[in-house]
């Protein structure tokens, strides 16, 4: 089960901050809230599998930080493409996409901390 908490927390974490952000941005109908909750669950799970992969099994250990900086720069871009296709809320998709992943990322660092 460990095994599978290695998904799941950051994954429920992540959806946590993204979709309360964008509901304190304005975000209410429940279509783009479904959309925010189905992006996270298509790109969280990949990044945490190969954040991992690349920084524990390759032993890219040095250089955590800007490996997975690459990965989240990957994550915005993806997230902005999928919001700009599909999102009806009327804001920037990918001023959206940086400033859900830019909470997300600060709120997983303040849990790591406490």
């Given at each position: 089960m460990s095994e599978l908490s290695i998904f799941v927390k950051p994954l429920l974490l992540t ?100």
């Open positions: 959806l946590l901050f993204e979709v309360g952000t964008a509901w304190c941005l304005g975000m209410r109908n429940r279509k783009d809230l479904l959309l925010v909750v189905l992006v996270n669950i298509l790109t969280n799970p990949p990044l945490v599998l190969l954040s991992h992969f690349l920084m524990y099994y390759l032993g890219i250990g040095r250089g955590q930080l800007i490996t997975y900086l690459i990965l989240e720069v990957l994550v915005v871009y993806i997230e902005y493409r999928i919001y700009k296709a599909c999102l009806l809320f009327e804001f920037d998709p990918f001023k959206l996409s940086l400033i859900l992943n830019g909470i997300s990322i600060l709120g997983g660092l303040l849990c790591q901390l406490f």
